[in-house]
């Protein structure tokens, strides 16, 4: 190579280094500054692991009174010099321990800071705690009023993905107890109160992302993401003090801002549970693993606390706080849903899939009285049930939803609402009924799949309740009826919520055919009209569902029917020309060419496999003439020969380089 006799060029910083006298500021003023840290330039690690120009350059990048030159400039640098990740460097700022104290002294000012002297700041500790972890924990540790300090100014991002950085240190070895010391200084609680309603709402948005992101990087359902695991922090946010002192801020009605504590509050149960969902489905650890099985989470205090207060959510629901009359639209004045009720449908919704969790019905925990009690277990006295059933039983008492079909058919261009009723409805339709089945060939009774060891329990009544309070088909039925009237009209349109309502739908007769020869089906039939119901199922549902079957814009076009004539007549010279190829092939036997293209480059042989097997030919044109698709279809099942016609292009193909162009 060149340089190795001698002739590469001496850097302009090695230049500086060796006269002696050179300034920081100097070496700031190079371009290359940058890229010889990264080359890990011997002299230059030696000049700025001195410590006092070490403390220097940590001095730019919090420092307010720059010239306008560099004001811009040198904190920047400053910022990516020590982000090179030069040991020296580090050990040497460790080792003065003094201009880190002076360093953190940043987060002493009041707030608002600065967002680019912040991210600067934030970096800088990030880079510390990622390669100096243990020392850079320990020296965090022992600055006073930290967790507070850091709080004061959660306000400003980079503080806040600061606090995530230290929390997440949970998952090194070296900051294993790094949560609990949080915990000690109260993070939690101070986060919580944060979202009183008497502060502004851009309080509660700070805090509540916060809450967020801490319980995603602490969530239990999904094994394949980077996680610390359930700890200390989210033990105390579901717990029952927390979440009931969170559900009294959400439910306040004096206070000004409670609908933005209700609206971050729901957020925060909804994210708790789905990043706790205990029956998230995994394989099995192999006999030899080594990965710790993740424990599940409890979330029983924090569902019988929101079970306990569904009236009062559901008081929400009728009377809400944010809405204070119809607004102006393009459909002319409305009375808006409000984002305040879409958000408690929505917790209604995460708290059905909560209760279903198999942790929170494995003990009974719940003292009901006995006529909460389903009429199928006659008991005395009061009674402990699971929190699951316990909320169900609140459901059906106060007619959750009920009140949420209400808002379906009040609201009927508010899809985000259709969707959040129709989830609802699926889960109930789809869990155990506790019913003693049907009969089998030799007459005795087996119950459905999901049914099997289950007793007549909760979901059973929430059902029947879906019929009787909610009259479910009679509303569909008048719904359609509704919907035909309006798109009769003059610029008539279909409603809103008649895709949903088709699904709503299809899910009714499926449960009705799942349980029709067992003893749910009497209980339900004894709220609807059949005659109605049945008509509506056999016409308008299915010619509903035959509709939706079809293909958007049609069948595709058959490329035969424009090109048969010429087709033909390189099919005859074709067969005359290459009989013995089709012959010998065996499998590439049958009449009949199924399509035409112009553009093709390469002589293919295409494959096509889906549920039946497909064989077709594709030979390139050359300038002299046109490509001849010739296909096949092997029906799987008759095991016949048929024409079949292959769209383009195929994702599976061979190349065959010794086929003649025709």
Request: hydrophobic share 40%.
């Amino acid at each position: 190579m060149y340089w190795r006799f001698g002739h590469q060029n001496t850097s302009v910083i090695d230049h500086l280094l060796e006269s002696g006298n050179v300034s920081l500021e100097e070496l700031l003023e190079q371009d290359d500054l940058i890229q010889e840290c990264k080359g890990q330039n011997p002299r230059l690690i030696e000049y700025l692991r001195d410590p006092a120009v070490l403390q220097q350059l940590l001095s730019y990048i919090t420092s307010d009174d720059l010239e306008d030159r560099a004001r811009f400039k040198y904190p920047f640098i400053a910022c990516e010099v020590i982000a090179c990740e030069m040991w020296a460097i580090f050990e040497s700022a460790l080792a003065n321990i003094d201009m880190l104290v002076k360093f953190w002294e940043f987060l002493d000012r009041p707030p608002p800071l600065s967002p680019v002297q912040a991210s600067y700041f934030a970096k800088v500790i990030g880079v510390f705690l990622m390669k100096k972890t243990s020392e850079m924990l320990n020296f965090i540790k022992a600055q006073p009023q930290v967790v507070s300090k850091l709080l004061l100014h959660m306000s400003t991002s980079p503080i806040m993905d600061l606090l995530l950085k230290i929390i997440s240190m949970e998952e090194t070895q070296e900051g294993k107890g790094t949560v609990q010391w949080l915990s000690e200084e109260g993070l939690m609680p101070w986060l919580v109160d944060r979202l009183d309603p008497n502060f502004d709402p851009e309080v509660h948005s700070v805090a509540s992302q916060v809450l967020l992101d801490i319980i995603a990087i602490s969530q239990s359902s999904h094994p394949e993401q980077p996680s610390i695991g359930t700890n200390v922090l989210i033990d105390e946010l579901k717990s029952e003090v927390i979440v009931s002192k969170l559900v009294g801020f959400m439910l306040d009605r004096n206070a000004p801002h409670s609908t933005s504590t209700l609206i971050n509050g729901v957020t925060i149960f909804i994210e708790l549970i789905r990043r706790n969902n205990s029956d998230y489905d995994v394989e099995p650890l192999p006999p030899n693993s080594t990965e710790p099985i993740r424990e599940a989470v409890d979330l029983g205090d924090l569902l019988k606390v929101l079970a306990s207060r569904i009236e009062d959510f559901k008081g929400l629901l009728i009377n809400p706080r944010s809405v204070a009359g119809p607004i102006e639209t393009s459909i002319g004045k409305q009375v808006p849903l409000g984002f305040e009720r879409l958000k408690i449908c929505e917790m209604f919704a995460e708290l059905l899939h909560c209760s279903n969790m198999a942790i929170l019905n494995s003990r009974p925990i719940i003292t009901a009285c006995p006529s909460a009690v389903p009429p199928a277990n006659p008991i005395r006295g009061d009674v402990l049930i699971p929190v699951g059933d316990f909320l169900k039983m609140q459901f059906v008492d106060h007619h959750i939803i009920p009140t949420c079909f209400d808002l379906f058919f009040k609201f009927p261009w508010n899809n985000f609402l259709h969707t959040v009723v129709y989830d609802m409805v699926h889960q109930v339709f789809h869990r155990p009924m506790g019913d003693i089945g049907r009969p089998d060939l030799d007459g005795t009774y087996i119950p459905p799949l999901n049914d099997q060891g289950v007793t007549e329990g909760w979901n059973r009544r929430l059902t029947i309740s879906i019929f009787k309070d909610g009259q479910l088909t009679k509303r569909i039925t008048d719904a359609q009826r509704l919907c035909d009237h309006e798109c009769s009209q003059p610029k008539g349109v279909r409603l809103g919520y008649m895709g949903h309502l088709t699904y709503i739908a299809d899910e009714t007769v499926k449960l009705l055919e799942l349980y029709s020869q067992t003893s749910l089906l009497p209980m339900l039939y004894e709220f609807i009209e059949a005659e109605d119901w049945w008509n509506y199922v056999t016409k308008v549902l299915k010619e509903t569902k035959e509709r939706d079957a079809q293909v958007l814009g049609g069948s595709r076009p058959n490329m035969l029917e424009s090109h048969k004539a010429l087709d033909d007549v390189h099919d005859d010279d074709f067969l005359d020309e290459h009989e013995e190829y089709g012959s010998a092939s065996g499998f590439l036997s049958g009449d009949g060419v199924v399509g035409l293209e112009r553009d093709v480059s390469s002589d293919q042989v295409r494959l096509c496999h889906s549920c039946d097997f497909l064989l077709s030919f594709t030979l390139s044109k050359t300038a002299q003439g046109p490509l001849l698709l010739r296909a096949m279809r092997i029906d799987a099942h008759e095991n016949t020969t048929k024409k079949y016609p292959i769209p383009l292009p195929f994702s599976i193909f061979l190349t065959f380089k010794s086929l003649r162009a025709i």
